[in-house]
């Protein structure tokens, strides 16, 4: 009988002294043994890149940037390919960035006759007959006046044709400029939208971080308390079903 009434128990090292015994019972006469540790508050640890990924205003902002990137690179390529084909000439051996040169495009500016190249050329043509003519008139075909003409008219040709490259060029750039500036304001607009949706979520009540707080089996305060109770890192107690407890 004194065995039974005084025995060491192996799980919470603490002798009783019988069931009977003065402000003392074994605690799982009561019920069973939970786990070693319990749950007191699961806290709360958004994932704030998935959320700022999927706020409304930022999804709102990227949808808006590509639409506008949409609509302006189709301009570019417009204007591209418009100015190559009024400009004319053959352009085969030519790469662009962003693949705005199509075979097209260069199928209409090699056969444009009405293109920028054609007529400088026909312009040539022309003063170069008028100005033979001009000299035939006057018996002085075979003069020096014939070459001089020439290459005036040879340079005025090679300014011509310097002109209207240069005014091709400035198209070109003018087009990617164009583009690349609404790059760069998209780029702008989403930055502002990302910081926006930042502060809206880690403000949003929902989203606000909590610890999460677990509790530790105390075999002494349950011993004293002849039930299951469980103390959190800062010292405050619990019973088993996780409501505070006062020692």
Do not use: C
């Not at 959320?51 to 302006?72: E, F, M, R, V």
């Not at 009405?114 to 003069?143: C, D, F, K, V, Y």
């Not at 930055?191 to 403000?203: C, D, K, R, S, V």
């Amino acid at each position: 009988m004194a065995d039974y009434l005084n025995w060491d128990d192996p799980q919470f090292g603490t002798k009783f002294g019988g069931i009977g015994g003065p402000n003392v019972s074994d605690p799982r006469a009561a019920q069973d043994a939970p786990a070693g540790s319990i749950n007191i508050n699961p806290g709360n640890n958004p994932d704030f890149p998935y959320l700022i990924a999927h706020d409304p205003g930022y999804l709102a902002a990227q949808a808006a940037a590509t639409a506008a990137a949409k609509t302006s690179a189709a301009q570019r390529r417009e204007t591209i390919r418009q100015a190559l084909i009024q400009y004319g000439g053959n352009w085969a051996g030519f790469t662009d960035k962003y693949g705005d040169i199509d075979q097209a495009t260069r199928d209409l500016a090699a056969a444009n006759q009405n293109s920028t190249l054609a007529q400088l050329a026909r312009n040539l043509a022309t003063n170069t007959h008028n100005m033979r003519a001009q000299l035939a008139a006057r018996g002085m075909l075979e003069s020096g006046d014939l070459g001089y003409g020439q290459n005036q008219l040879q340079t005025n040709y090679a300014q011509d044709q310097y002109n209207a490259g240069l005014g091709l060029g400035q198209t070109l750039t003018g087009a990617v400029n164009a583009y690349t500036g609404v790059l760069n304001q998209n780029a702008k607009d989403l930055w502002g939208a990302l910081m926006t949706a930042t502060a809206n979520e880690q403000n949003a009540p929902g989203n606000q971080v909590v610890k999460r707080v677990d509790a530790s089996y105390d075999p002494g305060a349950s011993t004293k308390a002849g039930k299951f109770i469980y103390r959190d890192p800062d010292g405050n107690y619990y019973t088993a079903d996780g409501k505070p407890y006062y020692p």
